[in-house]
């Protein structure tokens, strides 16, 4: 049997099916820096160090000592699956007869990263920056569909030494198609502790970045909390309908609520001039959800929703008038429909956020 092992980022994540594998193995095979990062698990058996490029080496050798009759471990970093050794072994081991593997899959960087940063995967894409074997033109048009369909996006490989333009290029497709000032985070492995930073698409300097570094880009929802960068998934905070919304609501299903700014309020303008009153009393609230502008008063269980101007723009109220009529027959749905009062609130961000 191969055992195709992903090791994960660090031998600290590696997980206890790869352990058992690895200590099941006669011979291991893998990368010289993998090899080295697990040493202390390798005593008795055969171990066979390879260098970077030698990845075609290593599968056939791998076949070789399994069909002498071994037990061998073939060692990947991170997930074997994600940009690791099993794409290569499946190519070479049609060439051979009675080859029996197993996939042990591993933590891979994007969810390495991702739980250093927050939560910031929600519907995203890990696409490699190197282009040693796919073409630039394809890294290119990946990026630009990914970031046009609202996915996080992982970016692996991102610059080496020698190979920086996919980098550069990467970042001027992100700028011309998502909003400069989108969340972004990396985690660069190659410090001890690993250095975690979030910062902005526009903030994002090539200097901070090298080949260990996995950079993971967010989308129009993703916002920043106590350091934190997350992604949210919208789920429903239950809270009772606050009496003045339950009357604004009942007025609104009547049809006698106000369109656009309400200048005779005493309060008007609450946020920014002229702002669109229609959602005095916000549908979603409590959203829950920071990306708007929205936060929880610490130690009080109330959502402030005194800094999300988002509610009170034309674009957000018309988007939310085209389907809330299909959503909202009764106040009691602004409770009991609140899952798709929060799919509605999604759609029309994304519809709002400025994709260009
Ligand atoms: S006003 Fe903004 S922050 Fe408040 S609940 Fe509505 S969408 Fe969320």
Redo the contacts with the bound molecule.
């Keep these: 049997m191969i055992s195709i092992i992903g090791i994960g980022p660090s031998p600290k994540d590696i997980t206890l099916r790869a352990l058992e594998s690895i200590e099941k193995a006669e011979v291991v095979i893998g990368y010289k820096k993998y090899i080295d990062s697990i040493e202390d698990l390798l005593n008795g058996k055969e171990v066979i160090k390879k260098g970077m490029g030698d990845e075609i080496a290593r599968v056939e050798m791998a076949i070789q000592k399994h069909l002498d009759g071994k037990q061998v471990a073939l060692i990947s970093s991170g997930d074997p699956g994600i940009f690791g050794m099993a794409n290569v072994f499946f190519q070479l081991a049609g060439k051979y007869s009675g080859v029996q593997f197993e996939i042990i899959p591993g933590v891979t960087a994007a969810n390495y990263g991702a739980s250093l940063l927050g939560a910031p995967l929600h519907d995203f894409a890990l696409i490699s920056l190197s282009d040693i074997l796919t073409p630039l033109s394809e890294i290119k048009r990946k990026i630009k569909h990914a970031a046009l369909g609202g996915m996080v996006i992982a970016l692996y490989n991102p610059i080496s030494k020698t190979r920086k333009s996919p980098f550069r290029e990467a970042i001027k497709i992100l700028m011309n198609t998502i909003n400069p000032a989108t969340t972004v985070g990396f985690v660069k492995s190659s410090s001890q502790p690993p250095q975690i930073t979030v910062t902005t698409l526009e903030n994002l300097e090539e200097d901070q970045i090298d080949m260990s570094t996995i950079i993971i880009i967010g989308n129009s929802t993703t916002y920043v909390e106590n350091g934190h960068m997350i992604t949210p998934r919208g789920y429903v905070v239950k809270q009772p309908i606050h009496p003045l919304s339950k009357e604004f609501y009942e007025k609104f299903l009547n049809g006698e609520s106000i369109d656009g700014p309400n200048r005779s309020c005493e309060y008007y303008p609450c946020h920014h001039h002229p702002q669109n009153c229609t959602f005095c009393y916000?549908p979603?609230?409590?959203?829950g959800?920071t990306s708007?502008?929205?936060h929880w008063i610490k130690d009080k269980g109330v959502?402030s929703?005194q800094d999300?101007e988002?509610?009170h723009h034309d674009a957000t109220v018309k988007c939310i008038m085209e389907k809330l009529p299909e959503i909202l027959d009764d106040v009691e749905d602004l409770k009991k429909k609140k899952k798709d009062l929060l799919k509605l609130?999604r759609e029309c961000i994304f519809k709002t956020s400025q994709i260009k």
């Design positions: 916000c979603f609230y409590p959203c959800d708007t502008g929205g959502w929703c999300c988002w509610i609130r």
